[in-house]
């Protein structure tokens, strides 16, 4: 703290000796030794209330953090995309056509005849579907032209 060695606390002590006197030197000693006590206790008690306000301060700061990252985990918690999808297909399972129209609920509510005639009849995949449409008959090819793939003749 202060920077005073030996020979500064001699001169000191000297000039205590002669100022003071002999007589007097021991209560006055007494005297400074307890106001440097007080003095240092009070530097303690104010070093650690400090110390205590910037760990209140610190923790403070943690707790927000903490609470920011918990915030952000119930988000994540929360994220259940199966779940989600799980629920569109069972929509799509409910209704795959999106049937839940007034002329579909009609049909539906109308004679089985009427009901084979509004819905398709399922196709396997294997099934070949015939064409309404005119197929067009591949052009001929020309017998002694051909050329090989490559540009090579």
Partial sequence: MFDIGWSEL???????LIAIGPKELPGVLRTVG????????????????FQEAMREAEMADI??????????????????????????????????????????????SASPEA?????PAPVAPDTVIPSTEM????????????EKPGGGA
């Fill in 115 to 119: 009901v084979s005639e509004a819905t």
């Fill in 135 to 146: 197929p067009i008959a591949p052009a001929a090819p020309q017998s002694g032209t051909e």
């Fill in 34 to 49: 307890q106001y440097m006590g007080k003095i240092r206790r009070m530097a303690a008690e104010f070093q650690g209330q």
């Fill in 63 to 108: 707790k927000k953090s903490m609470d920011e990252m918990t915030d952000a985990a119930k988000g994540i918690v929360d994220f259940d995309p199966l779940g989600d999808v799980r629920k569109e297909v069972e929509g799509f399972a409910s209704d795959p056509l999106g049937t839940s129209t007034p002329a579909a609920e009609h049909a539906a």
């Fill in 10 to 16: 001699v001169v000191i002590g000297v000039v205590a």
